[in-house]
């Protein structure tokens, strides 16, 4: 230490400015109290008030209940508020320049839509000029026409008569020679006689007159008034931003939508179409999902597609090149195809079945139910609603098993305990009946284009073919696990070409003369209950295997596609099924004594 201590060291510089520099930041960051120049203003987060710790009772903010306060020096809190005010002004800085960017660009894109509107607009009506360019053309072309076929026919006049001059002034050249008499006699004679031929002659054959008219009809008026109307200018209202998508369920294999909904800037709906949408919708892999847009013209278009696969599909729709609201949407595909409608329960009331096993559908979308439990057929609409009941006729002793839509509109009904096989009138009236001596237990029937009833049996493992009247022509099969062979036949349905196709626990093809052609499917497990074939040739079979029951959709060459199961409504024992005009399918469940209808494409 120097002699006279502390003070007695030489000055730093150094540390003095750094302090003169402190001292003149703390004045300049921290603010006092106006009232108590000492005292440093504070801040609490939480009740968002300035406070000194002497003018102000902040009794909350010291001692108990402190905790809940978070209480800093103000200077810190003016120094957070600048960075959240500087952050803020550069997001707004940021968002504003991004619109600024995105109308610039919109004004650019109005520039290059007006060219090219423009040179639309010329082009069409260059159209319309080179259309009245060719009609002048075509009416010059007519008159000049007319003016060649008058002047033949006028040219051939003025030949004819130059041809009579020469000939008379031949016949009087020399007659002032000629001293006979009878001569001149007989040349004053044939002048006479000419005569009367030049005055014919002195008719124009053809007139000069030609005149075009314009006036004589509604042409004019009506191209003005077509002019009129030539031509439209499509402007839209439509906001991207706020215009919407409505998601519906979707399912693998059938035909699904996205309804989009149009508002203009006001949130107001639009109410009509036009406008440019852009869709594009991909797989989780980025493949390409095809879609196609309809527009309803009333301010809303559905986006329809057809997902092959469940999972997740990314849909992107804009509008303008802007997205629309919520775009790009996420798109969950599931694989579970559910009944749509269903009807009745087990009873024997009108609402009721019992053992429903055959479903057939004519040409008007009409349900026929062979309802073997209580011995009847339900006819219901393809809404679901009871019609009529038809019975016990032909159905009698709850043993009808196998039913069929004739080509004149009858139904053909098999009962295996009488072995007869009825037609009966949409009445219910029977027309005939017929049986034969082969039959052991006969379950079900088909009518092939020309009327033949061909009849599957089971006992018998084999198939009949009789023809119109009921006389059997032919039959085929036998017991067995080989081609040709039935283990248990189930049912039997009529093909493209009358094909026919018989179910075990497998699918067979014969001609229409009971010769096999080959076998579709034969997975080796289970028993199918039910084929049918659809108007795009489509097989469709319900098979129950293991406690599984479904319907399997085959193409027409029998290659599987995909199944229905019904997840969330089990089917239970799917025997028949029939197929309506509009792809939607109906199943008799005979395991749950209802009717199901779904949609599968």
Known sequence: MPQGGVTAFPPSFIVNQLLDLMAQQRRDVIPKCSVHTNQELLFCETC??????VCVDCGSHSGRGASEHTVIPFAIAIKRMSEILLFKAHLCIKNLNAAYEAVSDELRQLELSVDKTLDSV????????????????????????????KKNILKEQLDLIQAEKDKVQGECDGLQYQVEVRNITKKISDLNEKLDTTSTLSEPRENSFLKYEYKHNDALREIAKAIANFGHISVSTTFPA???????????????????????????????????IVVDLRTEKGDVVETKIKDNEDGTYDILYLPQKSGKLKLCVSIFSRPIKDSP?????????NPVAKFGSRGSGLDHFCQPVRVCINADDVIYVLDTGNSRIKVLSAEGQVLKVLGSAGVENQSATGMAMTPDGNIAVINWRTKLVSILSTEGEVLKQFTNPGFQEPIDITVNSKGEFII???GAGKIFIFDTSGNLLTTFGSHGDKDGQFKLISAIAVGKNDEILVADHRIQVFSKDGKFSRRLIDSGKGQFGGICIDGGGHILATKT?????YVQILSGGGKPLYILDSSDDKLKRPSGLGVMSDYRLVIADLGNDCIKKFRYK
């Open 242 to 276: 706020l215009s919407t998508a409505k998601i519906f369920p979707t399912t693998a294999h059938l035909r699904s939508s996205v309804r989009i909904t149009t508002v203009d800037y006001h949130g107001n709906p639009r109410i009509s179409g036009g406008d440019p």
């Open 545 to 549: 295997e293991k406690g599984r029951s």
């Open 48 to 53: 968002d008030i300035v406070f000194c710790s």
């Open 329 to 337: 949407f996420s798109i969950e595909v599931s694989e579970h195809i």
């Open 456 to 458: 599957s049996d089971a």
């Open 122 to 149: 010329n082009r069409s009506f260059q159209d319309v000029m080179a259309v009245v360019d060719r009609r002048r053309h075509e009416c010059l072309q007519w008159v000049r026409k007319i003016r060649e076929e």
